[in-house]
T-cell receptor, first 111, second 113 residues
Framework: TQLLEQSPQFLSIQEGENLTVYCNSSSVFSSLQWYRQEPGEGPVLLVTVVTGGEVKKLKRLTFQFGDARKDSSLHITAAQPGDTGLYLCAGDNNAGNMLTFGGGTRLMVKP | NAGVTQTPKFRILKIGQSMTLQCTQD?????MYWYRQDPGMGLKLIYY???????DKGEVPNGYNVSRSTTEDFPLRLELAAPSQTSVYFC????????????FGPGTRLTVL
């Protein structure tokens, strides 16, 4: 079974601060996705990374896929209250038919 | 397009009761999935389907059954509800597996007492 561990589990910061959350595994993934989930709703895809070392930017969010394709990070610059939510990483199991999700990082950004 | 719809939104069951969670998608997606999410946790895959008539077990299938008679519908059946099945259930769909974006429904919050 491929496992994804996310850290930290909880993060509470003030508006304007920077933060990084991590997604780590001992297994290699062919691709990795990041989702954001707001309370009472289903997750929504933010980004997919497929190449080792790849960096993708989405406005104030920067996603990086590790060189060995075993880990990923999400960096948020100048966090805003609208960034509050549960951030989930998910890896493709290489068979192409299912995703393995990490436990998530719950982020709260206070005004 | 409505996307992925789930019914009901909330349900309380007594131990031993059965129920079916409904999921429908109108995006003509081939793949459909059922996940459960326990409080403060990530998602665990219960069952998935790669097309009508084809289903397969995920990580936590025990206590559940599914069917996929049409492309649009993927109901999840709980036969003998147990307190351990208290969770939020999400249905999702994607055109293909792997890299393809999964679109999630709003979830069904189930409590078994």
């Amino acid at each position: 079974t491929q496992l994804l561990e996310q850290s930290p589990q909880f993060l509470s910061i003030q508006e304007g601060e920077n933060l990084t959350v991590y997604c780590n595994s001992s297994s290699v993934f062919s691709s990795l996705q990041w989702y954001r989930q707001e309370p009472g709703e289903g997750p929504v895809l933010l980004v997919t990374v497929v190449t080792g070392g790849e960096v993708k930017k989405l406005k104030r969010l920067t996603f990086q896929f590790g060189d060995a394709r075993k880990d990923s990070s999400l960096h948020i610059t100048a966090a805003q209250p609208g960034d509050t939510g549960l951030y989930l990483c998910a890896g493709d199991n290489n068979a192409g038919n299912m995703l393995t999700f990490g436990g998530g990082t719950r982020l709260m950004v206070k005004p | 397009n409505a996307g992925v719809t789930q019914t009901p939104k909330f349900r309380i069951l007594k131990i031993g009761q059965s129920m079916t969670l409904q999921c429908t998608q109108d995006m003509n997606h081939n793949y459909m999935y059922w996940y459960r999410q326990d409080p403060g946790m990530g998602l665990k895959l219960i069952y998935y389907s790669v097309g009508a008539g084809i289903t397969d077990k995920g990580e936590v299938p025990n206590g559940y059954n599914v069917s996929r008679s049409t492309t649009e519908d993927f109901p999840l059946r709980l036969e003998l509800a147990a307190p351990s099945q208290t969770s939020v259930y999400f249905c999702a769909s994607s055109y293909s597996g792997g890299l393809d974006e999964q679109f999630f429904g709003p979830g069904t919050r189930l409590t078994v007492l």
